[in-house]
């Protein structure tokens, strides 16, 4: 299985509301990532875990809160989003930190 | 902040044609050059990486050229076709073990 599963594909939620995106992994990586992209731009970096803990927080607002349950899951935890943050969100995993990545397909979100 | 610079923005190229996408970095913490390739809807892919133990690898179609002195690699899709229309992302990786992708390139291979 060399697959990173992402769920919802799609998400549509209003400033108010609180949803989860999820993503799994059963490749043994121990390395999760999630990344932010908007439309015809590069990924950007969000949350780096390592061994299922938090490494690395590029200044994420707080309205978005990352969880690692166990180490073939991810968690994206939003709260009180705004417009601006619509977006596709992308779940990665590396078998360690600096090792190649793979991508799940992304969860593409709308707040409205 | 790492500085990755990528050309052209976008490319269109006739089918049977050469596609040369470049990228050229400031420093690297890291020895490993990857090139992703996304279709519309999905996530980035994995195409090709290089180690610059080595100025060039091929994969099929693909090859990468590395040149470590000027700090740059460039992406090569010979007989490119339809199905390579995509958008293509280099990136490498910065001191905090960071993958930092180039701006991107949007690829579209005419029939």
């Known amino acids: 299985d060399t697959e990173v599963t992402q769920t919802p594909k799609h998400l549509v939620m209003g400033m108010t509301n609180k949803k989860s995106l999820k993503c799994e992994q059963h490749m043994g990586h121990r390395a999760m990532y999630w990344y932010k992209q908007k439309a015809k731009k590069p990924p950007e970096l969000m949350f780096v875990?390592?061994?299922?803990?938090?490494?690395i927080n590029e200044s994420v607002p707080s309205r978005f809160s990352p969880e690692c349950p166990n180490s073939s899951l991810l968690n994206l935890h939003l709260h009180a989003l705004q417009p601006e943050d619509s977006a596709l969100y992308l779940c990665?995993?590396?078998?360690?930190?600096?090792?190649?990545?793979?991508f799940g397909s992304g969860t593409q979100l709308s707040v409205l | 902040q790492q500085q990755v610079k990528q050309s052209p923005q976008s490319l269109i190229v006739q089918k049977g044609g050469i596609s040369i996408i470049n990228c050229a970095y400031e420093n690297t913490a890291f020895d490993y050059f990857p090139w992703y390739q996304q279709f519309p809807g999905k996530g980035p892919a994995l195409l090709i990486a290089i180690r610059p133990d080595v100025s060039e690898k091929k994969e099929g179609r693909f090859t990468i050229s590395f040149n470590k002195s000027a700090k740059q690699f460039s992406l090569h899709i010979m007989d490119s076709q339809p199905g390579d229309s995509a958008t293509y992302f280099c990136a490498v990786y910065n001191q905090g073990g960071k993958l930092i992708f180039g701006q991107g390139t949007e690829l579209s291979v005419k029939p």
């Open positions: 990665a995993s590396g078998r360690t930190i600096n090792e190649k990545l793979f």
């Open positions: 875990y390592s061994y299922e803990k938090l490494s």
